[in-house]
């Protein structure tokens, strides 16, 4: 995203300051204006471009000198066509500032946010082939295709339209011969263009995309939670297949995912509570188990998330549907696309959420009630935990959180979306700003997310 421009001039001579005014902000020398850059906000920091002509041109070498700005304060990037067509915008609980972002290439208002990490997006394309996306830069890179999954095939349906064909080999009970046998014959996903709504279910990045391959994209994908990864560059997505090989003690329900830059490894987290590390540094991947699995873990929506510090946080999301206080609102071509019988009238409600402190030396976990001085951010981003005395504004001892229940988000689209602030103290949820739900742009599909702003 660019700034517009002007040519800096002054009323009277046209080169002297304005009068009554001492100051000409548009001399002040290139170096001290990129300083200046370096301590504001992204969003600040863009619009700055637009002051002048001198301040265009500090931006212009600030975005050169691939200056990294500080820790920004996160963002809820949310697309909508209310806005302009193909545009998005970003919006900041801290501030309260909206920017808005022009997509001519990419709308996001046709495509779905599966996952956010260092300021950048996972979005799919038509093919339901995963891409990375800078929303204020605007620079894009591909990942490898669907079909570079291990078991994913491209084929036709018996209608003779493009389909994926998914290899899952997985066991089932054969009541006639009373054993498990498996499953060879594949299951077959249409169309194309929403095969995203059933393969993925977690992206993790490692570092920034314009490390290069330094960056390593971990997937949690069909069927039931596998594991698989590609650094920048890979033409194919690599299978973390469990066994001896690996170490990784199962191959299905992982569910969430994050990694830590304290020891280079990422950890991975099952339906179960159970958790293992994974080392993907060396030739081949090694996993290690850390985490048993925890009584009582199954229904809740589970999250892994490092605080400041290091230590590792389960957080246990619990959620129901509850009758909307508000009627959906469908466009005049709407589909039902609601599956088991769910009312499209329904909200998807956070009513209970727990904290679980993760021993990795003693494999065991530690209830606690509180995060008194930090913040957490949830939903399909990586997941955050926030010093609130860095960020002012951040309410203490709270999540904020978005939708990311992967049933609610892909077939129930022209519902209301949870985006709001849980209080830890109070098990509550309040509105992320007051105010009429008319000025909720962010309601709809695709589900927003969370985001911190990146120039690199």
Request: glycine share 6%; net charge negative; charged share 20%.
């Amino acid at each position: 995203m660019e700034p517009a421009t002007n040519n800096g001039s002054r009323s009277g001579s046209g080169s002297g300051p304005i009068a009554g005014d001492t100051r000409d902000w548009s001399r002040l020398p290139e170096d001290l204006l990129v300083s200046v850059l370096r301590a504001l906000h992204v969003a600040d920091a863009v619009r700055s471009g637009a002051v002048c002509t001198s301040w265009n041109e500090a931006y212009a070498a600030f975005r050169r000198f691939r200056v990294p700005s500080p820790k920004q304060p996160p963002c809820l990037l949310y697309a909508s066509e209310a806005l302009a067509p193909g545009a998005a915008a970003l919006h900041c609980p801290v501030t309260g500032a909206t920017l808005r972002i022009p997509f001519p290439q990419a709308p996001l208002a046709r495509r779905p946010l599966l996952g956010s990490g260092h300021g950048w997006l996972v979005t799919a394309d038509e093919a339901s082939d995963l891409h990375l996306l800078n929303p204020v830069t605007c620079a894009q890179v591909a990942l490898p295709p669907i079909t570079a999954i291990h078991h994913v095939r491209s084929g036709t349906d018996e209608q003779g339209d493009p389909a994926y064909f998914v290899y899952e080999n997985l066991p089932e009970y054969n009541y006639s011969t009373h054993r498990f046998e498996v499953d060879t014959e594949p299951t077959i996903l249409e169309p194309v263009d929403r095969s995203h709504e059933w393969m993925y279910y977690r992206v993790v990045l490692s570092a920034s995309p314009s490390a290069g391959r330094a960056c390593v994209v971990l997937l949690l994908h069909m069927p039931q939670g596998e594991v698989s990864f590609a650094r920048l560059g890979d033409d194919r997505w690599t299978w973390v297949a469990p066994g001896d090989d690996t170490g990784l003690p199962s191959r299905y329900g992982y569910r969430d995912a994050m990694y830590s830059a304290t020891d280079g490894l990422f950890y991975l987290l099952r339906l179960d509570a159970s958790m293992c590390s994974l080392d993907l540094n060396g030739p081949s991947p090694v996993a290690r188990k850390i985490l048993d699995s925890l009584p009582k873990s199954v229904d809740p929506t589970k999250y892994l998330v490092q605080t400041p510090a290091g230590d590792i946080l389960q957080v246990w999301r619990s959620r129901d549907y509850v009758d909307s206080q508000i009627p959906a609102e469908f466009p005049p071509d709407y589909v039902d696309d609601s599956i088991g019988g769910r009312d499209p009238c329904l909200e998807l409600n956070t009513f209970e959420m727990q904290l679980y402190k993760v021993d990795l030396h003693g494999h065991k976990v530690e209830l606690i009630k509180s995060l008194p001085e930090f913040a957490l951010f949830l939903g399909c981003s990586g997941s955050l935990c926030l010093p609130v005395k860095d960020f002012p504004g951040l309410k203490a001892n709270c999540a904020y959180m978005t939708d990311d229940f992967l049933e609610y988000v892909n077939f129930l689209k022209h519902n209301r979306r949870e985006i709001g602030i849980w209080d830890m103290a109070e098990q509550s949820m309040s509105k992320l700003v007051d105010g009429s739900p008319a000025i909720y742009p962010w309601l709809n599909w695709p589900s927003p997310i969370w985001i911190q702003p990146s120039l690199l």
